[in-house]
């Protein structure tokens, strides 16, 4: 639900010589400016956390900055769906919802599943962790620098996690207006439940809720939290 200025969820993450973006939201757009770093890579991998359609939307703007590029994109499959990563993007793109097809993304485009097991990108290993959804999510850790959890309730697992920066949806400051997703009081039970032997070094706000603003969001976290903001570089050293 894009509001206030936000977009839906697209992550875009360069790590060990490999382009990858995270969800394929309205986000998407604000690959405009980044086209620097586009034009270091010939391929981008892209991974999809589920399928609901703010997750799937940014599809439509990926020609416009990948139609020279190769592109592999990585969606859940069996068991958790009933069909495959390929199936859904075609569908998706295809007519009444498209024109063209999901094979003008980019100039050749591969679908993958992938399931609870996870998968390579080159040297770069991505661990899956089922989510608590109304569609079946999946959290992707990166090594042990990034875990990216959105769409889920929060999970112990996750913040036991041996990664450097989480980026953790956010929906409300109470688990009651949250309903199935995180809150706010219920992410800093864990961090203070598990402060002590935790290696995160910080968490960052996604997948925000645009009924409330940056303000009242401000108010209601404290370091090591930070809201995530459109376009923001984060580095890790």
């Not at 034009?39 to 799937?56: A, E, F, G």
């Not at 599943?113 to 109304?134: L, M, R, S």
């Not at 913040?159 to 009081?185: G, I, P, T, Y």
Request: negative net charge.
């Amino acid at each position: 639900m894009p509001a206030h200025g936000r977009q839906t969820n697209a992550l875009l993450i360069e790590y060990k010589e490999r382009l990858i973006i995270v969800d394929a939201g309205t986000g998407i757009s604000n690959l405009l400016g980044f086209e620097v770093i586009l034009d270091r890579y010939k391929h981008v991998d892209l991974i999809l956390t589920h399928y609901h359609l703010d997750h799937l939307v940014g599809l439509f703007y990926l020609p416009k900055f990948l139609s020279e590029k190769s592109v592999t994109i990585w969606g859940p499959g069996a068991p958790a769906y009933d069909t495959t990563c390929e199936k859904v993007i075609k569908k998706h793109l295809e007519q009444p919802y498209g024109t063209t097809g999901y094979e003008t993304i980019a100039k050749s485009v591969e679908c993958k599943d992938y399931n609870e097991t996870g998968f390579d990108i080159g040297e770069i290993h991505v661990a899956i962790q089922p989510q608590k959804h109304t569609l079946p999510s999946f959290g992707l850790t990166f090594d042990d620098q990034l875990h990216i959890a959105t769409d889920t309730c929060v999970d112990d697992k996750t913040f036991k996690k041996n990664v450097r920066l989480l980026l953790h949806e956010c929906w409300a400051k109470d688990d009651e207006s949250a309903q199935e997703h995180a809150s706010m009081d219920s992410i800093l039970e864990l961090m203070k439940r598990h402060q002590k032997t935790s290696n995160i070094e910080a968490v960052g706000l996604i997948h925000l809720n645009p009924r409330y603003s940056d303000t009242e969001y401000a108010s209601w976290i404290k370091s090591p939290i930070f809201i995530t903001q459109e376009k923001q570089l984060i580095e890790l050293k």
